[in-house]
């Protein structure tokens, strides 16, 4: 008789967007003309590019001809992407980073969860309060957790709050931890971290013999020259850091998929029987067996990031939502709201007014001006209270959206 991963059936049915559904269905179905405007989910609204619009066709008719066409590609990426990569997002910022130590993929959900393979059953693993849920959940799926308890935490997870609080950095566990998930700028609450409290973190994870899970998707939206792009600015990571990165939020690629991540050669995890081995042999190892590369196509639209008309276009991009961000921040603000992020991020962090809960807040924005945002509680117990609004929309929805919560919201 087969039988499937018990692990599975730990997980909660993700819960969060279709419960989002739910209400606006219900809400739709009594107020059918309701103009609903979404700033929920975390996808990108505007076009590619057009540098990597033209360079993908121009891949495209490569494939056309016999002496230009392209079979499999090495599974880690072609060289002429890495290259880029490593010269312009970590050289230029003084990381050192080598073409080798970079894998290109086909996102960083995919390499997010995938890293797990080449670690442990015993890890102790932390994650921040509220998380990119994906952390978590591919966690419990490898059965590296215990059962889910009623306020949405797993047993065996380490959760680290990240609360106004605490100014939104996430606190160094007093306790030994061995790997620590890490996302800056934050998704959701859009806070960023100083290159102080990120050499804490790996002053911390060398100490302990720990590996930091960097996730970098929203480094592009960086404004403040003091913060670090990249966990490499930091003297020591390359003993004790991978970094996650991807096209999706900077250069519109959610539906194109391409990403990377960068295992430094210098990483070395133990064996059971205590040597230490290469993380990147491992992570070279998985790649090379279970992917077989990012399209060709896509590999050529990507590094077009990197000509002068791309980043052009990119920088232009960005820009445009971080102006979605920083008028939602102004609106809101306005309207009496204390809001947080949106400066380094595309996300704006709202706290609920009056002790609202998250839902119940949802439910109202929901019901007095027909916007539709994500509650905070849906991150993790931590972010009960909270609500965030995205600034990946058209400026048009946007301007509309805050239009009727400075009319008709009262705190
Ligand atoms: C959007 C996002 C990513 C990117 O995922 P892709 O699979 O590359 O599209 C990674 N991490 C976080 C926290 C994100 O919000």
């Not at 909660?12 to 739910?22: S, V």
């Not at 921040?128 to 889910?148: I, L, Q």
């Not at 920083?326 to 306005?334: G, V, W, Y």
Request: aromatic fraction near 12%.
């Amino acid at each position: 008789m087969a039988t499937i991963n018990d692990n599975y059936l730990k997980l909660k049915a993700g819960y969060l967007f279709p419960e989002i559904a739910r209400r606006v269905n219900t809400f739709t179905q009594s107020n059918p003309n309701a103009p609903i405007i979404k700033l929920g989910i975390g996808d990108v609204t505007e076009p590619l590019p057009e540098a990597c619009r033209t360079a993908m066709m121009k891949a495209v008719e490569d494939m056309g001809d016999r002496s230009t066409f392209k079979g499999y590609g090495p599974e880690q990426g072609y060289n002429w992407l890495k290259e880029k990569i490593a010269a312009q997002d970590f050289q230029a910022r003084g990381c050192d980073v080598d073409p080798s130590e970079i894998f290109i993929s086909d996102g960083s959900k995919c390499d997010n969860g995938n890293i797990l393979d080449i670690f442990g059953k015993n890890n102790k693993i932390a994650v921040t309060d509220p998380v990119y849920p994906v952390y978590v959940d591919t966690n419990v799926m490898a059965g590296h957790t215990g059962e889910g308890k009623d306020d949405g935490k797993y047993e065996g997870l380490v959760y680290i709050p990240i609360t106004a609080d605490n100014n939104f950095t996430a606190t160094i566990p007093t306790q030994k931890v061995d790997l620590i998930y890490l996302c800056f700028p934050n998704n959701p609450t859009g806070a960023v971290a100083t290159k102080e409290h990120l050499q804490a973190w790996v002053d911390y994870a060398k100490a302990n013999g720990s590996i930091i899970f960097f996730d970098a998707a929203y480094e592009a939206f960086i404004t403040d020259p003091s913060i670090p792009h990249s966990i490499y600015e930091i003297p020591g990571a390359r003993d004790c850091a991978i970094e996650f990165r991807s096209f999706s939020k900077n250069a519109g690629f959610t539906g194109t998929r391409c990403a990377l991540t960068v295992v430094p050669k210098t990483l070395t995890a133990k064996a059971a029987d205590g040597s230490d081995v290469e993380l990147w042999k491992l992570w070279n190892r998985r790649q090379s067996t279970k992917f077989n590369g990012v399209s060709y196509i896509v590999q050529r639209g990507a590094e077009a990031v990197y000509s002068e008309a791309g980043k052009a276009q990119i920088k232009a991009l960005v820009s445009f939502y971080l102006e979605n961000a920083k008028i939602i921040r102004e609106k809101l603000t306005a309207a009496g709201l204390q809001v947080y992020g949106g400066v380094n991020a595309p996300y704006v962090w709202v706290k609920t007014p009056n002790g609202l809960s998250s839902w119940d807040f949802f439910d109202k924005l929901l019901q007095t001006c027909n916007v539709v945002g994500t509650p905070g509680s849906g991150f993790g117990a931590a972010g009960e209270g909270y609500f965030r609004i995205s600034g990946f929309n058209s400026r048009e929805n946007v301007e509309e959206a805050m239009k009727r919560i400075t009319e008709k919201f009262k705190v």
